[in-house]
């Protein structure tokens, strides 16, 4: 399901181009307060990062709230499972039935041919090889229906199965609760890798947070004006600027000491 896993669930994907969106725009600013000293630069990105970083673990958290319910159904005699959408919690379950976002999945799946494989197998087949959670909602019926019996009351998935490829059980809620349950997997996967991205921006936070108190020290050292020093590493200037101050004086103190001691010895100076 190449085509549907990348266009099917953009609700999963639409808010991690945002964070990534927002963490290039912020790590631009940090990177021109920490290089050119610019406290109140500095100031925007980390306010900005502390705001990212509870955006993402609520984010993270909800993540996992979310994706605590669902799993498959073992089946009598068979390697695959079956999904049922009551097992989904409410919130996944509102959006799948939304129809307009049900449409653009059912085009997704249809565009991926998923199906196109499964719907040639043999009883044999079904009964000895797995199944992803969407072909076993999407491509079959419910293996509870009977259809040799017309007197039985059934799953309401049963009436909705069809042969024809274009239909399928593409409107069953086993095909919803399959999509659910690839869903339901991946951003599994995502919760695990926003708490990995959590610990990372914490620790940057932790050096911006250093590189600000370094930048407000340097503006304290040199305020306003001429006096201020627009250099990487004002810091430096400063000492330096000291050690040569000191050296100097040293040195005509020396040459004073020494003119002093030619002079009391009756010797001549060149100048």
């Not at 958290?61 to 409410?90: K, Q, W």
């Not at 491509?139 to 042969?163: G, H, I, L, R």
């Not at 001429?226 to 000191?246: A, F």
Request: charged content about 20%.
């Amino acid at each position: 399901m190449a085509k549907s896993s990348t266009t099917c669930e953009s609700f999963l994907q639409k808010p991690l181009l945002v964070v990534g969106f927002i963490i290039l725009i912020v790590s631009l600013a940090g990177f021109i307060g920490a290089c050119c000293h610019v406290a109140w630069a500095l100031w925007v990105y980390l306010v900005i990062m502390l705001l990212l970083i509870v955006t993402l673990m609520a984010l993270t958290v909800f993540g996992f709230v979310v994706t605590s319910r669902g799993g498959g159904a073992v089946v009598a005699g068979r390697v695959y499972r079956e999904y049922h959408l009551d097992n989904y919690s409410p919130w996944l379950r509102k959006r799948i039935k939304d129809p307009h976002y049900w449409m653009t999945v059912k085009s997704c799946i249809l565009g991926s041919k998923t199906c196109a494989k499964v719907v040639s197998w043999t009883p044999y087949d079904y009964s000895t090889k797995d199944l992803s959670p969407i072909q076993s909602g999407c491509c079959k019926p419910p293996t509870s229906c009977n259809y040799a019996s017309t007197m039985v009351a059934q799953e309401s998935d049963c009436y909705k199965w069809n042969n024809d490829p274009n239909i399928l059980c593409y409107d069953c809620d086993s095909c919803k609760a399959g999509v659910l349950e690839d869903i339901r997997r991946k951003w599994h996967k995502i919760s695990i890798l926003n708490i990995v991205m959590l610990v990372v921006l914490i620790g940057i936070y932790s050096i911006g947070c250093c590189a600000f108190q370094n930048a407000k020290r340097t503006e304290s050292y040199y305020p306003y004006g001429e006096n201020r020093m627009h250099k990487s590493r004002p810091r430096w200037d400063h000492h330096w600027r000291g050690w040569r101050v000191r050296g100097r004086l040293i040195e005509e103190k020396n040459t004073a000491q020494l003119h002093s001691y030619v002079t009391e010895r009756g010797f001549a100076v060149l100048t």
